[in-house]
């Protein structure tokens, strides 16, 4: 179809040829079809040869966290035996105004590539597409339109803020004593449950030197497999842990201890108030599905369905109840009933702190903004206050 310039020079060109014609001026009516045989020529060659172009969208990553900039590159590939036109490609990009560029022409069996960057502003599934292909002639006077409907989902989850891993026994039993604690949740291979007779080729370094010394034959100690900890992080969609910009903290700030648990080698698990989770995790690699539940999460339930966690898993609860905030005994309350070991609460109260604080003694994180878990996270850890006795 004629391009808004073409409509122009077509609607010049028949007006001439009509001037022309009344007023019986031939070089007015030479102009006027010129003008008008230009656009009925360009229709037929982009019907006669239309142009042969394929679409390949790639995009820089399959998952991004809020305000990343997401890069999309386009490649229009030339298939036909003459040089492409000027592509105008056009985009629909969910929850944003369409993105628009031009390519330039490619010649014959080459590709040529145009590129945009996106910045997703919230959560959720980023949906990239369709596309609009629109090629016209040199002059721009005939266009030919396509619709690709191939579309791509980038999925959009919350900031992440780096932290250290927790100091936290294995299988959530919070008595063991310091000594069997490591870095990470669970238990190392440094521990061992039984002796046995010493037989060639076990490892010199293994023989336990008392026991040889009592039996008078050597013994050697049979390590324990190592095994991982297990953290639970129930998120609180509760009113107000319901609404969409709540939620933003809260899921950043289990995105965050996830991926720190899990980065350290140990398992974890997320739920909610409401009865919704993930699977165990047991694998860094598992770190994307951890993302994909938080950045697809929404809404809530006023009651709490989730049951107190078993004592396999040491559990922390991310809440943004005002009365939390405010009031120690709703916190303690809170914890009970989830099995907590450790409550982090985000925003504002009634008559709490208006500043991150950390009660060490109460097993407490208070949060107000980004860039502040860090910080509080580490002194916690360091004081090894999520490994105290649950409420």
């Keep these: 179809m004629p391009t808004p310039v073409g409509w122009r020079l077509l609607g010049v060109g028949v007006a001439a040829v009509a001037g022309g014609r009344v007023l019986g001026i031939l ?15 360009a229709l037929a060659v982009r019907l006669v040869h239309p142009s042969r172009l394929s679409v390949r969208r790639r995009v820089s ?17 030339n298939r036909s035996r003459l040089p492409s036109p000027t592509v105008l490609i056009s985009e629909q990009v969910s929850d944003a105004d369409d993105v628009r560029f031009r390519v330039a022409p490619a010649p014959a069996g080459s590709a040529a590539a145009g590129s945009y960057r996106l910045q997703p502003a919230r959560r959720g599934v980023l949906e990239i597409g369709p596309a609009r292909v629109e090629d ?23 900031p992440i803020e780096r932290l250290a891993s927790p100091r936290l026994p294995v ?10 604690r490591r870095r990470p949740l669970g238990l190392t291979s440094e521990e061992f449950d ?21 039996l008078d034959e050597l013994v050697v100690r049979r390590f324990e497999p190592s095994r991982p900890g297990s953290m639970t992080v129930v998120i609180d969609t509760r009113p107000p842990g ?35 989770g993930t699977p165990r995790l047991s694998h860094r690699h598992d770190v994307g599905a951890a993302l994909e539940f938080l950045a697809v999460l929404e809404g ?33 309350e809170l914890a009970r009933r989830l099995g907590a070991s450790l409550v982090v609460t985000c925003g504002a109260g009634r008559s709490g702190p208006a500043s991150p604080a950390a009660d060490l003694e109460g097993r407490w994180i208070h949060l107000t903004g980004p860039g502040q878990l860090p910080g509080l996270w580490q002194q916690a850890a360091a004081a090894g206050r999520m490994a105290g006795a649950r409420p």
């Design 136 to 158: 016209c002639d040199a002059l721009g006077l005939a266009r030919r339109r396509r619709t690709l409907e191939s579309r791509t989902h980038v999925i959009v989850h919350p």
């Design 61 to 77: 990553s399959s998952m991004v966290a809020v305000s990343e900039p997401l890069d999309v590159r386009l490649e229009v590939e």
């Design 242 to 276: 319901d609404a969409a910009a709540v939620q933003d903290h809260t899921t950043s700030v289990a995105a965050s201890i996830v991926c720190a648990v899990l980065r350290s080698g140990d398992e974890a698990r997320i739920l909610t108030t409401d009865g919704r």
């Design 300 to 332: 809530g339930q006023p009651n709490i369905e989730t049951a107190a966690a078993d004592r396999a898993s040491v559990v922390v609860a991310v809440t943004a109840s005002r009365a939390a905030i405010d009031d120690a005994g709703a916190r303690q």
């Design 171 to 180: 299988g959530g039993d919070l008595s063991l004593p310091v000594e069997f």
């Design 27 to 41: 070089e007015l009516y030479v102009i006027g079809a010129t003008a008008a045989a230009a656009v009925v020529t």
């Design 194 to 214: 039984v002796l046995r007779p010493y037989v060639e080729g076990d490892d010199l370094r293994h023989i336990h030197w008392r026991s040889t010394a009592r």
